[in-house]
T-cell receptor, first 111, second 114 residues
C-alpha cells in the first residue's frame, strides 16, 4: 500500500533563516505531487505541484521554491523565511487514483 | 474557472441527529468530487468521492454524499452524528480537463454537541 511521509513534524525557525521540508511517497510510481499551505487551520493554498522529476509548477509567487530530485521525493525550500511563511504545510500525492492523499503535515513557526 | 464553495464556516449538531455539510462547485467539464476530514494538527483524510454513476456515494465512517448535477452540489451527510465526528471538513473538485489541480473549499468546522 502507498504511504506518504513528511518531516519534520514541527519546526521553529527565526526570520531570515533557510528552510527545507521533505516529502516522500512509498508504494507508487510517477505520482503527481503537491505542496499546500494551510493558515490558521482553514483553507488550503496550493503552492506547487509536480507531474514528474524536475517538473515544477508554481501557483503563488513568493519566497518559496520546490524541487523534485527523485520520482517520489518532493522538497519545499526557502533561502530566507518571512514571518508570513508560518503555517501548516501539507504534501499530497495522486495518480493512479483520482483522489489525493495527504501526508501528516509540518507545523512551521517563524519567529 | 473552477471553484468550490462551502457556504457555512461552522455547523453545530446534537449527537444522534443527522448532519449535513454543504458544498457547491463550478467546473467547465465533468467534475470529480471529494470530501476530506481534518482533525487538529493532522493531514487531510479522504472520506469519499464521486466520479460517475450513482448520485449517492458512501464513504468512510458512515458518511455519504449526494451529487446533484442540476444544483451543482455535493453535500456531505450522515444519518446520526457522533461527538467524534467533530472536525474540519473540506470539499474538493478535480477537473481533468484543466490538468492535475484540485480545488478546495474553505472548510466547514463541524461541532457535534453531546
Amino acid at each position: 500500500s502507498q504511504t506518504i511521509h513528511q518531516w519534520p513534524a514541527t519546526l521553529v525557525q527565526p526570520v531570515g533563516s533557510p528552510l527545507s521540508l521533505e516529502c516522500t511517497v512509498e508504494g507508487t510510481s510517477n505520482p503527481n505531487l503537491y505542496w499546500y499551505r494551510q493558515a490558521a487551520g482553514r483553507g488550503l493554498q496550493l503552492l506547487f505541484y509536480s507531474v514528474g522529476i524536475g517538473q515544477i509548477s508554481s501557483e503563488v509567487p513568493q519566497n518559496l521554491s520546490a524541487s523534485r530530485p527523485q520520482d517520489r521525493q518532493f522538497i519545499l525550500s526557502s533561502k530566507k523565511l518571512l514571518l508570513s511563511d508560518s503555517g501548516f504545510y501539507l504534501c499530497a500525492w495522486s495518480i493512479p487514483n483520482p483522489e489525493q492523499f495527504f501526508g501528516p503535515g509540518t507545523r512551521l513557526t517563524v519567529l | 474557472a473552477q471553484s468550490v464553495a462551502q457556504p457555512e464556516d461552522q455547523v453545530n449538531v446534537a449527537e444522534g441527529n443527522p448532519l449535513t455539510v454543504k458544498c457547491t462547485y463550478s467546473v467547465s467539464g465533468n467534475p470529480y468530487l471529494f470530501w476530506y476530514v481534518q482533525y487538529p494538527n493532522r493531514g487531510l483524510q479522504f472520506l469519499l468521492k464521486y466520479i460517475t454513476g450513482d448520485n449517492l456515494v458512501k464513504g468512510s465512517y458512515g458518511f455519504e454524499a449526494e451529487f446533484n448535477k442540476s444544483q451543482t452540489s455535493f453535500h456531505l451527510k450522515k444519518p446520526s452524528a457522533l461527538v467524534s465526528d467533530s472536525a474540519l471538513y473540506f470539499c474538493a473538485v478535480r477537473d481533468f480537463g484543466t490538468g492535475n489541480q484540485f480545488y478546495f473549499g474553505t472548510g466547514t468546522s463541524l461541532t457535534v454537541i453531546p
